[in-house]
């Protein structure tokens, strides 16, 4: 309906308890909230304060009571292991309140922190709903993480129990989890009490005896276990995110807050009805798979498809069309590097034609800039809208969308539209002044934050409100840079800080410095992330060398790659790295990283009125040129 967008927003922002409460009855509650937000703790506001629920129940046991339990809930395509298997929501809460039986017997409780360290199977998501169940709060850790990076996650998470499989598998590549995981548990200071490990078919990991448990045998001794009611604040999740260093945010994400917001986007943003088929096409570990292939449609009452394969190799550039055909997928969500991945390998979209995709309604696309080339190819081949949307770990939920299910606003490729219900988007200056329309600044967001956004960082409020709320009183910075254009649309044109994004992987390049500092060749490094064409961005190191140390280039990069691969894992992509006499500083130490970003971006740029050295700038230039970079680089 015309003009609904504009008075839905403007609703959520001017009576955003009203709002807010309105969507609230659409939830399931043990206690319905009296209050719908408390704001005594700003910027910490606590969404309804008083109410009491359970997300699994909303999730699994409230659609079998209401006579769902034979819909489909969740469908497993694994094109790696050629399976198949269907849940309905009956099995699938079946499986879980067993799965939190285990749990149980297992001494955990509300409060309690289990790591889940798995490949994207029905086993991870059980796992995640059982944790719910019982109020213990799930962090799960991404499967392509090094132990090192596992261990940082015990360290700070301090879980009681730690579940993982023996394997997850990379096209036809198997990769062994175990020893992963004993590596990161001897590498922890905090030792979890007990592992409970998923055997595969393709490999059977060796169980520590005393600490590890056999997941199956685990199940067939356990008793169901019931829903426990948990305060809307208690926290349901951690999930690590990269920052600016090599520590990780443990962003916390509360029950009521998250299910209120999940439920009404997948109507309102993403257009669903509950008993829809409804596909987020990312891993459990990033925040897509949280928000949408887990709690988002099951809360909603869809089907929801679990897929464990790749865009392309498993087998072709078809997949895709393959699993949206079999299943009747409404909507799909992914990055778009999944999309230029698809397009190298069949650039006329051949593969399309083959599949019946007459269900397909909407392509939805996030975790990284959709460049507009990405934005024609999908649009002109799927005929369908490809809505660029724009959020993050921490917002747990979309801040920029075209609503599909509000009002469809005409598209501007480049721009995530418009900002969702809910969400105060401006631009301002390093002052914190609103900046003119069509001029970049920094991308903020007014408090409060609707309910689904980050309640704190785990344990940690202080670097909580020193990350994201200091700079700017009253005002959530998002490390994002961008305008807003005169009809109001937002562009979102990449991180500010040391945040990377590869391959829809958001990656810290601090933390690979730290990595490449400890190579004993090396006297100081930084790390940038650059254009790249397919991932969209890529790390490239420059190191300066200890006095006196003569090195082969190529081999050196290759033991960096090797060292970042082992420390923070294969997913970090970084293959590039140059040697420099010196790296470009302000007077007072600053390594310039921003400006070397734009010199290899071929992004206009001034020196900065603080640089020691101007020179050094020019010779970062050069030796970018020698690999292919920074083209138009001129002194
Ligand atoms: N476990 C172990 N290793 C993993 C892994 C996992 N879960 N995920 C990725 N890796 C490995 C890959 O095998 C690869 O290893 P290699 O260097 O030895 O070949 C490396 O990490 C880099 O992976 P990736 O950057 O994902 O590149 P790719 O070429 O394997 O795949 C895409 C490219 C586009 C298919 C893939 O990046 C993708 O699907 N991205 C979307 C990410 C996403 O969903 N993000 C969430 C936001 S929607
Ligand atoms: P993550 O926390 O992994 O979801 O990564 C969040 C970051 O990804 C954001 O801060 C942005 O830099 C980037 N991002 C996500 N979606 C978009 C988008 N639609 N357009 C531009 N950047 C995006």
């Not at 408390?38 to 659609?63: I, Q, V």
């Not at 409780?109 to 019982?134: E, F, N, Q, S």
């Not at 598998?169 to 989890?177: K, L, S």
């Amino acid at each position: 309906m015309s003009g609904e967008y504009q008075k839905t927003y403007d609703f959520s922002i001017n009576e955003p308890e009203l709002f807010w409460g309105e969507a609230a009855q659409g939830i399931q509650w043990y206690r319905k909230p009296t209050r719908v937000m408390d704001s005594t703790r700003a910027p910490f506001y606590r969404w309804f304060p008083d109410g009491e629920l359970n997300t699994c129940y909303n999730a699994l046991d409230w659609h079998v009571e209401q006579g769902r339990g034979d819909q489909l809930a969740l469908i497993y395509d694994s094109p790696v292991t050629n399976t198949v298997q269907r849940f309905t929501y009956r099995e699938l809460l079946e499986k879980v309140a067993l799965f939190a039986g285990v749990l149980k017997a297992n001494g955990v409780g509300k409060g309690d922190r289990v790591i889940i360290y798995m490949p994207v199977i029905p086993a991870t998501a059980i796992a995640m709903l059982a944790c719910a169940r019982i109020g213990a709060i799930h962090s799960v850790v991404f499967g392509g993480f090094a132990p090192h990076e596992l261990a940082i996650r015990i360290d700070d998470a301090k879980p009681r129990l730690v579940l993982s499989a023996s394997c997850g598998i990379e096209i036809d590549r198997v990769i062994e989890y175990k020893p992963l995981l004993d590596k990161a548990i001897e590498m922890a200071v905090h030792k979890p009490e007990g592992c409970i490990i998923f055997q595969r078919e393709q490999v059977t990991a060796t169980l520590v005896p005393g600490r590890d448990q056999n997941w199956e045998e685990a199940v067939c001794a356990a008793q169901p276990a019931d829903c426990v009611p948990v305060q809307s604040t208690d926290p349901l999740y951690i999930l690590y995110t990269s920052g600016t260093t090599g520590m990780p945010k443990g962003v916390v994400r509360d029950n009521g807050g998250n299910a209120v917001a999940l439920k009404w986007s997948m109507k309102n943003v993403y257009d669903i009805e509950p008993g829809e088929v409804f596909w987020g096409a990312s891993d459990l570990g990033w925040v897509v798979g949280h928000s949408y292939i887990v709690y988002g449609p099951l809360i909603h009452g869809c089907t929801t498809i679990l897929y464990e394969g790749k865009p392309v190799g498993t087998p072709d550039a078809g997949a895709f069309w393959r699993v949206i055909s079999e299943h009747g997928v409404k909507a799909l969500f992914t990055a778009p590097t999944s999309f230029r991945a698809i397009k190298r390998e069949d650039p006329e979209g051949l593969l399309a034609k083959k599949y019946d995709l007459s269900r397909f309604k909407y392509l939805y696309l996030a975790g990284e800039r959709l460049d507009t080339d990405t934005y024609h190819w999908a649009s002109d081949l799927l005929k369908i809208p490809v809505v660029d949307h724009w959020w993050q770990t921490e917002t747990g939920w979309p801040v920029a969308s075209n609503c599909m299910g509000l009002e469809v606003l005409p598209i501007k490729p480049g721009s995530p539209t418009k900002p969702v219900p809910g969400y105060k988007v401006s631009i301002v200056d390093g002052y914190g002044n609103e900046v003119p329309p069509g001029q970049e600044g920094l991308v903020v967001i007014g408090l409060p934050l609707p309910p689904g956004t980050m309640s704190t960082l785990w344990q940690q409020d202080q670097k909580c409100l020193d990350s994201y709320f200091v700079q700017f009183p009253g005002r959530y910075l998002t490390g994002d840079g961008g305008f807003i254009d005169s009809d109001g649309y937002l562009y979102v044109m990449g991180r500010v800080d040391d945040v990377i994004n590869v391959a829809g992987h958001r990656l810290s390049t601090g933390a690979m410095e730290e990595v490449v500092a400890m190579h004993p060749d090396v006297a100081e490094c930084a790390v940038i992330g650059v254009a790249d064409e397919f991932k969209g961005q890529l790390p490239l190191g420059f190191v300066v060398l200890k006095a006196g140390v003569q090195r082969d280039s190529k081999e050196l990069v290759e033991e960096l790659s090797q060292m970042i691969r082992e420390q923070i894992g294969a997913v970090a992509s970084f293959k590039q790295a140059l040697i420099v006499k010196r790296l470009p500083k302000t007077r007072s130490g600053k390594i310039l990283r921003g400006v070397m970003r734009k010199v290899a971006d071929d992004a206009p740029y001034t020196v900065p009125s603080t640089i020691d050295d101007p020179g050094t700038l020019d010779e970062i230039g050069e030796s970018l040129t020698e690999l292919g970079y920074a083209k138009h680089h001129h002194h």
